[in-house]
Structure formats: structure tokens, C-alpha cells
């Protein structure tokens, strides 16, 4: 099983949360049953049969050299070398996730590569454990079976409970991705407080979740913003620097100036800024390379339903 049927841009909102606050360490499997580089692929057959296993990680003092998978063994099965060493026929050519990475890159994984496990390493690149898509199916079934019950628990605000302005403003730090999605889940969380409707909760998640890991990626830091009125919601993130050579380019999916290591942890796939813009219903870009204006200011605007409008929609609703 490798495909899981989830999306950032239009599945329910308690799984967007999960997704965006769970990090790979809550969700791999710390138990990885390892072989060395002379095991002979005979006995990794039998130890992945014993376990219900289908890849093993060729690794030795925590350190990652390969991965043995069953269509490997089932080569070596018909090329007559079963009895061979691993690391003649393991694949060295590694993709790989770190442990402080959000579940939501790792879903981009299974999405982007046709593979069924990945090895993780930790900051120090030593291996301590191994994902498949069925570990996050099931950590997310256990909690959005806990969120449901907390839900339950409380009482939700009424929509007149918080009204008026308000206003909210974070500071992001440059590659910090132990902290990242921290400002957007807390801007949730007030919206939820004010009786927000669930749709533009969800548009208005993505939008902050989209700039904040923007900042985090490809600047060298700053703010992200959040001001609410009766008729709209307003998320701004600003920067000192290095600012984009060509806005409309970088509004382009798929276009990205992350290095080779960012994007080796599952970071700049050059769909934030785009993602960003689909679901607002304004949303500016403005960037400058040097002088004293150095650097990036990004507003997406999400328009509120006018409470006549609400009203109407509940009259019509019962006819």
C-alpha cells in the first residue's frame, strides 16, 4: 500500500491539523530491524519472511548504506546470487526523511516516488527508523479518533462569542523546522475561538501554513501576520531579505530556488506561493533584491460572508 488518499488544499480540516502538527518521529516505526553490508541476501529473505517485512535498511553503527527490498530478493532468487552479499545488490541510491519533518512531507513522498517505505535519519544522519504509508494511515486514524472524543468533550463558541477585531503576529526563524506550522496552528485555533465557518478556516490554514513555510525555507527569516475583521481575514508575511528575482515565476507551480538540501528533506516543491493564491481571494506578492526595501512582503486576503448573507442562506435552507 502506498497511495494515501490525502491532500493539503481540500481534505477535512481536523486531518489539515494533523498533518501540519504531527512530525515523522510521532509517526514512524523506531523498531527497524537492520542487516549488515556482508549479510547474504539468503538470510535478509528469512528475516524479512519471520518478520512480515517487504525492505530492510543495510545499515551498521547507525549508519545508512542501502536498502535490500523484496523485488532485490526476488532478483537474486532468479539470478542465482541469493547467497550473495548485500551490498552487492542493495540500492545505494537513497531517499530518505528526517525525523522532524511534518507527516505532511512524508505523504509527499509516497505521492512523489513509487516507493513503499522510507528510511529516517535524525540530525546527525543516523538511521532511527522507517516509515510506510500504513504507519501514517493508522497514527492518523488513532488521532482523529482522540480529536473527535476532545471535541466532544467541550462546548464550541457561538459565533457571537468573539467578535470585533483582532490581530495576531509571529516571528519565523530561517530553516526551523522543529518549530514550522507553529504560527498557523495557533491562527486556527483563534479562528475556531471566533465561531469561524469551517471553509474559511480551512483556506485561511492553508494560506498562513503555505507563507510561514515559505519564511522558513527561502528566507532568512520574519513575520507572519494575521488581522481579522467583520468583512475579511488578512495573513501577511513579511521578510528582510533575499527577496525573488521574478514574482511571477515564483507564482509558477512547480518552480522552486530551494537547494539540493532543502529539497532533499521534502522542502521546496515550489507549490507554497501558488497554493497560496488559489485559495485567496486577493493576494499580492511584492519583492525587492536590494536596497533598503530588500525583501518580501506576501498578502493573501480571505473575504467573510456578510452576516445578512448568512442569514439569508439559513432562511433558504429552511425553505
Known amino acids: 500500500m502506498r497511495a494515501i488518499p490525502i491532500n493539503t488544499y481540500d481534505s477535512p480540516t481536523v486531518i489539515l491539523e494533523l498533518i501540519y502538527r504531527l512530525k515523522v518521529k510521532d509517526v514512524m516505526c523506531k523498531e527497524v530491524t537492520t542487516a549488515g553490508r556482508n549479510t547474504p541476501l539468503r538470510e535478509i529473505q528469512q528475516t524479512m519472511r519471520r518478520r512480515g517485512i517487504t525492505g530492510m535498511p543495510i545499515a551498521e553503527s547507525g549508519r545508512l548504506f542501502g536498502i535490500v527490498?523484496?523485488?532485490?530478493?526476488?532478483?537474486?532468487?532468479?539470478?542465482g546470487y541469493i547467497d550473495e552479499a548485500a551490498e552487492m545488490h542493495m540500492s545505494r541510491k537513497l531517499i530518505f526523511l528526517e525525523e522532524d519533518m511534518p507527516v505532511s512531507f512524508a505523504i509527499s513522498y509516497f505521492e512523489k516516488y513509487s516507493y513503499h517505505r522510507f528510511p529516517i535519519l535524525d540530525k546527525t544522519n543516523k538511521l532511527v527508523g522507517i516509515i510506510t504509508s500504513r504507519d501514517i494511515i493508522t497514527r492518523l486514524l488513532v488521532e482523529i479518533n482522540k480529536e473527535m472524543e476532545r471535541i466532544e468533550r467541550i462546548s464550541i463558541p457561538s459565533p457571537d462569542a468573539l467578535q470585533g477585531k483582532a490581530s495576531m503576529e509571529f516571528r519565523v526563524i530561517r530553516n526551523d523546522f522543529e518549530n514550522a506550522g507553529h504560527a498557523s496552528t495557533e491562527i486556527k485555533k483563534l479562528l475556531k475561538q471566533r465561531g469561524t465557518d469551517v471553509k474559511i478556516i480551512r483556506r485561511v490554514s492553508?494560506?498562513?501554513?503555505?507563507?510561514?513555510?515559505?519564511?522558513?525555507?527561502?528566507?532568512?527569516?520574519?513575520?507572519?501576520?494575521?488581522?481579522i475583521d467583520e468583512q475579511k481575514i488578512v495573513i501577511v508575511s513579511r521578510d528582510g531579505g533575499p527577496g525573488i528575482q521574478d514574482?511571477?515565476?515564483?507564482?509558477?507551480?512547480?518552480?522552486t530556488t530551494a537547494n539540493e538540501w532543502i529539497r532533499s528533506l521534502g522542502f521546496g516543491a515550489g507549490m507554497g506561493l501558488p497554493n497560496c493564491r488559489r485559495v485567496a481571494d486577493q493576494f499580492t506578492l511584492v519583492s525587492h533584491t536590494d536596497g533598503a526595501e530588500r525583501g518580501?512582503?506576501?498578502?493573501?486576503?480571505?473575504?467573510?460572508?456578510?452576516?445578512e448573507e448568512e442569514k439569508e442562506g439559513v432562511r433558504h435552507e429552511n425553505g
Open 69 to 79: 527490498s523484496m523485488d532485490d530478493i526476488i532478483r537474486a532468487l532468479e539470478g
Open 206 to 227: 492553508i494560506a498562513a501554513y503555505e507563507l510561514e513555510m515559505n519564511l522558513v525555507v527561502h528566507s532568512d527569516g520574519g513575520t507572519i501576520s494575521i488581522e
Open 247 to 255: 514574482v511571477e515565476l515564483a507564482l509558477k507551480e512547480g518552480w
Open 296 to 307: 518580501t512582503v506576501a498578502r493573501a486576503e480571505i473575504l467573510l460572508p456578510h452576516k
